[in-house]
């Protein structure tokens, strides 16, 4: 609830202070692509060793304002795998759900984008966002499971759907054609605990959450 509140008055406070920027500034669009890994943290998380492919593609509007907006579609994996995992239930006998897992995710999200620095050719942003993930997670055997509840407690079920708050931060640096080349780093803060199959059984607090890192390239759209 806290972070939600955040949003929403992070989202209200820059739209009204930003709000007078020049109706002169002519607004572009740009075409967002970018190449990165993603870093899935939870009670599964083996540190940085477990990056894999994450594919952004999408439209960024109104280029030239301090203040712009994003829609991403973020396509990726995520693994984990710790050997000999158990969980202390406090019967006496302990519990062993799945030892590892892997996911593909896809992902949509709109997002405010603050020009900390804005200059022609050069920017260093925060960006804040809301979307929602789909993910698939599957044992060793690419078996679901979501389908599996011998891997969980008797009667805890979840949705492979869950909504998501990305933050992240990065640059951009413009070329003289309009290309933008930049680097992005950050967090989709996802609201579920189960992108490892895990959260009674699981060992830490909190929800799962995906650190990632990306080159990204803009693509200017004239139109």
């Given at each position: 609830?806290?972070?939600?509140?955040?949003?929403?008055?992070?989202?209200s406070t820059l739209q009204?202070?930003?709000?007078?920027d020049s109706?002169?500034?002519?607004?572009?669009?740009?075409?967002?692509?970018?190449?990165?890994?993603?870093?899935?943290?939870?009670?599964?998380?083996?540190?940085?060793?477990?990056?894999?492919?994450?594919?952004?593609?999408?439209?960024?509007?109104?280029?030239?304002?301090?203040?712009?907006s994003?829609?991403?579609?973020?396509?990726?994996?995520?693994?984990?795998?710790?050997?000999?995992y158990s969980f202390d239930d406090g019967s006496g006998t302990p519990t062993t759900p799945n030892e590892?897992?892997?996911?593909?995710?896809?992902?949509?999200?709109?997002?405010?984008?603050?020009?900390i620095i804005h200059r022609e050719r050069f920017q260093v942003y925060f960006s804040q966002g809301i979307g929602i993930m789909r993910f698939t997670p599957k044992d060793e055997e690419g078996n679901s499971l979501i389908d599996q509840p011998v891997s969980r407690p008797i009667g805890e079920d979840y949705r492979n759907l869950t909504i998501m708050l990305p933050s992240q931060i990065g640059l951009c640096y413009y070329l003289a054609n309009d290309f933008g080349i930049g680097l992005q780093a950050g967090y989709f803060n996802t609201l579920t605990?189960?992108?490892?199959?895990l959260s009674s059984w699981g060992?830490?607090?909190?929800?799962?959450?995906?650190?990632?890192?990306?080159?990204?390239?803009?693509?200017?759209?004239?139109?």
């Open positions: 609830m806290r972070i939600t509140l955040f949003i929403l008055l992070f989202f009204s202070a930003l709000g007078q109706l002169q500034t002519k607004k572009e669009k740009e075409l967002l692509t970018g190449l990165g890994s993603g870093f899935y943290q939870g009670d599964l998380e083996t540190g940085l060793s477990n990056g894999q492919l994450l594919l952004t593609l999408g439209i960024k509007l109104n280029k030239n304002k301090r203040l712009n994003n829609i991403l579609l973020n396509f990726g994996m995520l693994q984990g795998n710790q050997l000999d590892s897992f892997n996911t593909d995710y896809f992902s949509i999200n709109y997002e405010l984008h603050f020009n605990d189960y992108l490892d199959n060992e830490k607090t909190g929800n799962d959450n995906v650190l990632f890192y990306r080159l990204n390239l803009n693509i200017p759209i004239r139109f």
